[in-house]
């Protein structure tokens, strides 16, 4: 498993050997709460000495998660000053070596090249890849410490309070430009209360659906579609990712035309995504579909084209450098599970093969994404069993 990977969310990171008072800035986070620009307060809780993470370099020492509105959102750390780059404080230096090296993101968040903000510090916009959340990283040289804290955009003042920038002298609005200001993209300011609320409904669909509890799954999914909608818009990338789960979930119910109608109001969103990976997703959602349905010729077809759209994927990922530091830490553009992804859709085709009588290239594929799981540490282990 990813080694950065710390409550579900983007670890952020401040020298282990102070208490947790010591690691946060003299003039940063309040001793009290404070409020988030959805109006949700938001605190710092410091851990214990024995949960601040395992599996992580000496340097780093996850102290405190941040927890806005009663939810756990993000998290707070320090980098010694030793493990890298200097400390002088400008961008330059906080997009060296320390950052690369130890700001990679968990594999479910897709962030853009650092924007810098005040007193040397620098914000991550990332976006959460599972529902879309925009997810915000602040790093800021501090007393010869790299400090860090994570979190959603809407806890952007408790995030600066977090390393040592000044919250006060803005007001909610005004706050609010200058965040979404920092983003490539519009983003929306919402609540941790939501986005717990949108990953519930879909775990609950998740779980409905292992259990061939389709109808179940169909009625979260559909909740969860109505509130990323409200929150997101239409035109979102993950509301057509819960179109295109509802639309299989459909078909598993014999709705053949609903489901395809649904793929088809996903289509047009995916086709202005600047990912790869989604119209991957959606041939493959468009192959398990026409399956379903019992068209062999329609579904084989579709599922060669997500076959050889993630081959593209994963190649140009083994072909780039790495030098920029947004892809370092999770280029938007890039998809850390795509050699998982390119397994499943080849044993999606082996699949199909089999049940056509095609044998030799059914174990061929299989073969082949065995292979390419072999290069996925990050997999779901129950994609091996599959």
């Given at each position: 498993m990813n080694k950065w990977k710390y409550l579900g969310f983007f670890i952020a990171l401040f020298p282990a050997t102070q208490d947790v008072a010591a690691q946060i800035p003299a003039n940063g986070t309040p001793a009290g709460s404070i409020s988030s620009l959805a109006g949700e307060q938001c605190t710092i809780e410091p851990l214990s000495p024995g949960s601040r993470g395992r599996d992580l370099p000496a340097v780093v020492?996850?102290?405190?998660t941040l927890q806005c509105g009663g939810h756990r959102v993000g998290s707070v750390a320090t980098i010694s000053a030793g493990a890298g780059g200097g400390a002088s404080g400008t961008p330059a230096a906080l997009a060296a070596a320390p950052l690369r090296s130890y700001l990679a993101p968990d594999d479910s968040y897709g962030c853009e090249a650092a924007k810098p903000v005040a007193d040397g510090a620098l914000l991550f916009p990332c976006r959460e890849r599972a529902n879309g959340w925009p997810m915000a990283v602040l790093a800021r040289w501090s007393d010869g410490r790299l400090v860090a804290a994570s979190g959603p955009?809407?806890?952007w003042p408790a995030l600066?309070?977090?390393?040592?920038?000044?919250?006060?002298g803005l007001?909610?609005?005004g706050q609010k430009a200058e965040i979404t200001a920092l983003w490539p993209y519009p983003v929306t300011i919402a609540g941790a209360?939501?986005?717990a609320m949108v990953q519930s409904l879909r775990d609950t669909a998740r779980l409905a659906n292992s259990h061939f509890l389709f109808a179940e799954a169909e009625k979260a999914l559909r909740q969860a579609l109505d509130l990323q909608v409200r929150l997101f818009g239409e035109k979102d990338i993950v509301a057509a990712s819960v179109l295109m789960d509802v639309a299989v979930i459909v078909a598993n119910q014999g709705r053949y035309d609903e489901a395809d109608r649904l793929l088809q109001r996903a289509g047009p969103i995916v086709d202005l995504s600047p990912?790869?990976?989604?119209?991957a997703r959606l041939a493959g959602y468009q192959a398990n579909v026409a399956w379903l349905r019992g068209d062999a010729a329609r579904a084989l077809d579709a599922a060669r084209v997500a076959t050889a759209q993630w081959r593209a994927i994963v190649a140009t990922a083994a072909a780039s450098t790495g030098d920029d530091v947004a892809f370092a830490i999770g280029d938007g553009g890039a998809d850390p599970?795509?050699?998982?992804e390119l397994a499943m859709a080849l044993n999606r085709e082996s699949g199909f093969l089999l049940q056509q009588e095609e044998p030799?290239?059914?174990?061929?594929r299989a073969s082949e994404a065995l292979i390419q799981l072999d290069k996925a540490t990050d997999a779901p282990r129950w994609w091996r069993a599959d």
């Open positions: 020492h996850v102290e405190a955009a809407s806890a600066k309070a977090a390393v040592g920038l000044p919250v006060s007001s909610l609005t209360a939501d986005q990912r790869p990976a989604d119209r599970l795509a050699p998982a030799a290239g059914a174990n061929a």
